[in-house]
C-alpha cells in the first residue's frame, strides 16, 4: 500500500527553526506536497518537490530526496501564527490519473 | 478565502436520515475531490471527478454516494450512515498545472 510518515507533534519557541520529516513508502511518486491546516481551518498548500532538492519559498524551504524517499518541510523564524498542523502529501500518478496520499499530519506547537 | 464552499459547515444526523454535503468551486478547476479528515488519521480520499466523471472511487461503502452534475458543483448524499462515519468531510479542486489542491474548511459531520 501507500504510505508517507511523519512526527505526531513537534513544539518549538517562537524564533526558532524547525524541521519536519517525511518519508514514504508508494509506487508511481511524482513529487511531494506539504500542506498547512489550522484548527477550524481548510488545509492550505505550502510546497511542491517535482526534483530532489530545495524549494525555498519566504520562511518556509522544502526538501525532497528521491533516492531515499524522504523529504522534509523547513520553518524558520517560527511565529506563533505557525501552530497548526502540517501534512506532507505524496503526489501518484496512476496511469494517466492522479492522486494525492496523505500523511497523518504533524502538529507544531509554537511557544512564546 | 480558497475559492472552493463547502455548506453546511456542520451537520448532525441520525442514523436513519439522508442528507447531502455541497461543494462549490468556480476557480476553472476540471478535477474535484472528496476527502474524509477523522481525529489522528491521514486524509482519506474518497472520490475523485474530472471533467463530470468519477476516476477514483476509493472502496467507499455504497451509504456515500456523490454526484456532480458539473464542473464547479459536486455534491455527497449520506444514507443510513453510521456514528463511525463522524468527521470532516473535505471538498478540493485541482489546479491542473501545478497539482495544487485547493480545500474547502469542510462539513464537520456528526452521526447520532
Known amino acids: 500500500g501507500q504510505s508517507l510518515e511523519q512526527p505526531s507533534e513537534v513544539t518549538a519557541v517562537e524564533g526558532a527553526i524547525v524541521q519536519i520529516n517525511c518519508t514514504y513508502q508508494t509506487s508511481g511518486f511524482y513529487g511531494l506536497s506539504w500542506y498547512q491546516q489550522h484548527d477550524g481551518g481548510a488545509p492550505t498548500f505550502l510546497s511542491y518537490?517535482?526534483?530532489?532538492g530545495l524549494e525555498e519559498t519566504g520562511r518556509f524551504s522544502s526538501f525532497l530526496s528521491r533516492s531515499d524517499s524522504y523529504g522534509y518541510l523547513l520553518l524558520q523564524e517560527l511565529q506563533m501564527k505557525d501552530s497548526a498542523s502540517y501534512f506532507c502529501?505524496?503526489?501518484?500518478?496512476?496511469?494517466?490519473?492522479?492522486?494525492?496520499?496523505f500523511g497523518s499530519g504533524t502538529q507544531l506547537t509554537v511557544l512564546p | 478565502e480558497t475559492g472552493v464552499t463547502q455548506t453546511p459547515r456542520h451537520l448532525v444526523m441520525g442514523m436513519t436520515n439522508k442528507k447531502s454535503l455541497k461543494c462549490e468551486q468556480h476557480l476553472g478547476h476540471n478535477a474535484m475531490y472528496w476527502y474524509k479528515q477523522s481525529a489522528k488519521k491521514p486524509l482519506e480520499l474518497m472520490f475523485v471527478y474530472n471533467f463530470k466523471e468519477q476516476t477514483e472511487n476509493n472502496s467507499v461503502p455504497s451509504r456515500f454516494s456523490p454526484e456532480c452534475p458539473n464542473s464547479s458543483h459536486l455534491f455527497l448524499h449520506l444514507h443510513t450512515l453510521q456514528p463511525e462515519d463522524s468527521a470532516l468531510y473535505l471538498c478540493?479542486?485541482?489546479?491542473?498545472?501545478?497539482?495544487?489542491?485547493?480545500f474547502g474548511e469542510g462539513s464537520r459531520l456528526t452521526v447520532l
Open positions: 518537490n517535482g526534483l530532489d
Open positions: 478540493a479542486s485541482r489546479q491542473r498545472e501545478t497539482g495544487e489542491l485547493f
Open positions: 502529501a505524496a503526489l501518484l500518478l496512476s496511469g494517466s490519473a492522479r492522486q494525492l496520499t
